[in-house]
């Protein structure tokens, strides 16, 4: 395709307030207008990577794809997600780099060990005035923040049932493992608590009524947590499950903290910026044309894989003295495209300079440069945008070399 026909407008420089700078390049190169939305050269991009799904070399393998792309991702079981890893990304996974365990950060499972295991010892009501939040309590306590129950209460949207959850004091619940397990919820207003039996501050599973209790796995492997005693300002020592209370469920609806045991391997988790590329069983190419090109550029543009290229080929010509090579640019480009190639043939009357920025800019794997004193002898000058060797050749070897498998 010719360059005119396509209507591309590079640009000189990006906004300052570009998010990235791969979107800044994307931009500057007419694949994406300053609001993101895909101009006719981002398109032919996307549908690029997206023929390129379709090859049976693939063997509808994501992994494949995406490692033929260059795109360094993870793999995650649970979701069924692969995350492509880049410095800018926007979301968080803890991956495990000894097995390769990968998943959400809010969904990450981990290796979870009592902080100490005692026998059960008798429930014992103490007085703990000013001690509604767990840091206070253990302080007033002297003990650790490990050897407390915390407790959360939501209502559930579809049934407005109340969720009690109870966790190990020291850990933070997961809002996205809790609505996995229970379905959305939101915050349960006082009223709402006291109608259960419970007192905010000094809540526990023990002795409600009407609602939903969800334990944290940890806790029922822990022996003699404080609990809130339902009363104010009084709380409950040794309290064991399932010897004091019931549950509606038990599961893991903690966060994992980066360094904690993988649960597959026991080896440290690592936190890593990510983005999902493949989610409920489709790739996402929009975002992956993004991605690559976050991973892939330099400072003069980008530098996109071949299945991502909207062309294969950049030709362009430099005008000469006496030769015509803008007509010999134009006859190969013929030759080119006869042969099955992709080209995009820079047809413009502009300076030398400018067409050789766009074609790093724009970032076709192949550059073919047209020149006088390459004419006189038979010869083009190719470049691969990922190279800086730069070499001459003829027409033949140009075609064998470049023709598609
Ligand atoms: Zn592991």
Redesign the pocket.
């Known amino acids: 395709m010719k360059y005119s026909e396509l209507s591309i407008q590079t640009q000189r420089a990006a906004p300052a307030d570009i998010r990235t700078e791969g979107f800044a390049f994307l931009y500057r190169a007419g694949y994406l207008s300053r609001t993101g939305e895909l101009l006719p050269l981002g398109q032919l991009a996307v549908q690029q990577l997206e023929q390129a799904w379709h090859k049976p070399e693939f063997e509808a393998n994501v992994q494949n794809y995406l490692d033929r792309l260059g795109v360094p991702t993870s793999h995650s079981e649970d979701t069924g997600e692969y995350f492509a890893q880049f410095k800018n990304a926007g979301e968080e996974i803890l991956l495990?780099p000894?097995?390769?365990?990968a998943a959400r950060h809010e969904l990450a499972r981990c290796h979870r060990q009592p902080f100490s295991q005692e026998e059960p010892q008798p429930v014992e009501k103490v007085l703990t005035p000013e001690c509604s939040t767990i840091a206070q309590l253990a302080l007033f306590l002297g003990i650790p923040q490990q050897k407390t129950c915390k407790a959360l209460m939501f209502t559930r949207l579809q049934d407005e049932k109340l969720i009690f959850v109870a966790v190990r004091g020291d850990l933070q619940m997961s809002e996205a493992k809790l609505k996995t397990l229970v379905g959305e919820v939101r915050l349960a207003t006082p009223q709402e608590i006291s109608a259960c039996g419970a007192v905010p501050g000094y809540a526990s599973p023990i002795g409600l009524r009407n609602s939903l209790i969800v334990v944290d796995e940890l806790v029922t492997l822990s022996s003699n947590l404080v609990a809130g005693a339902n009363e104010h300002g009084y709380h409950l020592k040794n309290t064991n499950y399932p010897r004091d209370y019931a549950a509606n469920l038990v599961a893991d609806v903690c966060l994992a903290n980066p360094t904690d045991k993988?649960l597959?391997?026991?080896?440290p988790l690592e936190l890593r910026l990510a983005e999902p590329v493949f989610s409920d069983g489709q790739l996402l190419f929009e975002k992956l044309l993004m991605i690559l090109a976050e991973i892939a550029h330099d400072e003069k543009g980008l530098a996109l894989p071949a299945e991502a290229a909207p062309f294969a080929i950049y030709l362009m010509n430099v005008p000469g003295k006496t030769l015509d090579t803008a007509s010999a640019a134009e006859k190969l480009y013929h030759l080119l495209t006869d042969a099955g190639l992709s080209v995009l043939f820079d047809d413009r009357n502009e300076r030398a300079g400018i067409k050789f920025n766009d074609a790093d800019l724009i970032g076709c794997p192949v550059r073919i440069t047209v020149g006088e004193r390459g004419l006189q002898n038979g010869l083009f000058e190719i470049k691969q945008r990922r190279d800086t060797e730069i070499r001459q050749i003829d027409l033949d070897t140009l075609i064998a070399e470049l023709r598609p498998v």
């Open positions: 495990c000894a097995c390769g365990y993988c597959a391997c026991g080896a």
